[in-house]
């Protein structure tokens, strides 16, 4: 596609609960990178993807975070047990090739946990 | 650990000038971003800064000290539509770290 994409654009959940977030990136960016960014902050980084693998997912605040991109395109990021403190916009970026190169956002997913 | 200041709040004119400055003090270095954010929309990239000096791109200027830690984003004649958050990112390798961001509006 032309731009990076992300879906749902809004998802509201109860606290417990689990949900997907999808993130289709630029096409040909074999780079994927996941951050969160919290009302009146800039994004924070979460975890970096390198073709199919986590190069680094230092970001991921604790275990109930997993992601993965199993073809090397697409990649979802999971949530279990939702909190209300994991409530923030969660944006996905790509780039061609990962290091030292421009990234591109999506939208963002906004997550509200009630 | 990774420390980047900005201003929160910018105001000023429509047509006029205003300069947004960022600082840095970050554990590795490959360049410094700026991004604009829409409310409610996704950071766009604006300029990027590796080297020391000016970089101009049509109304928006960024500059990059990095002895001192320091760069800016200028904006020139300012529009209605430059309204938005600026966010100041240090790359390291591949990971942005960002400032708060600055919200900037402008005012007819």
């Known amino acids: 596609g032309a731009g990076v994409s992300q879906t749902p654009s809004n998802k509201v959940t109860e606290k417990g609960k689990y949900v997907e977030l999808r993130c289709d990136p630029i096409?040909?960016?074999?780079?994927l990178y996941w951050y969160r960014q919290s009302l009146g902050q800039g994004p924070e980084f979460l975890i970096y993807f390198q073709g199919t693998g986590a190069a680094d997912d230092s970001g991921l605040p604790n275990d109930r975070f997993f992601a993965v991109r199993p073809e090397g395109s697409v990649s979802t990021l999971k949530i279990q047990r939702t909190e209300r403190g994991d409530s923030a916009v969660y944006l996905c970026?790509?780039?061609?090739?990962?290091?030292?190169?421009?990234?591109?956002f999506g939208p963002g997913t906004r997550l509200l946990v009630l | 650990g990774q420390n980047i200041d900005q201003p929160t709040e910018m105001t000023a004119t429509e047509g006029a000038i205003v300069q947004i400055n960022c600082t840095y003090q970050t554990s590795g270095f490959n360049g410094l971003f700026w991004y604009q954010q829409h409310a409610g929309e996704a950071p766009t990239f604006l300029s990027y800064?590796?080297?020391?000096g000016l970089e101009e791109k049509g109304r928006f200027s960024s500059f990059l000290s990095r002895s001192k830690g320091y760069s800016y984003l200028l904006l020139k004649e300012l529009q209605m539509k430059d309204s938005a958050s600026y966010l100041c990112a240090v790359l390291d390798d591949y990971k942005l770290s960002f400032g708060a961001g600055t919200t900037v509006t402008v005012r007819a």
């Open positions: 970026a790509s780039s061609f090739k990962g290091s030292q190169e421009t990234q591109y």
């Open positions: 800064n590796v080297l020391d």
């Open positions: 096409s040909g960016h074999t780079a």
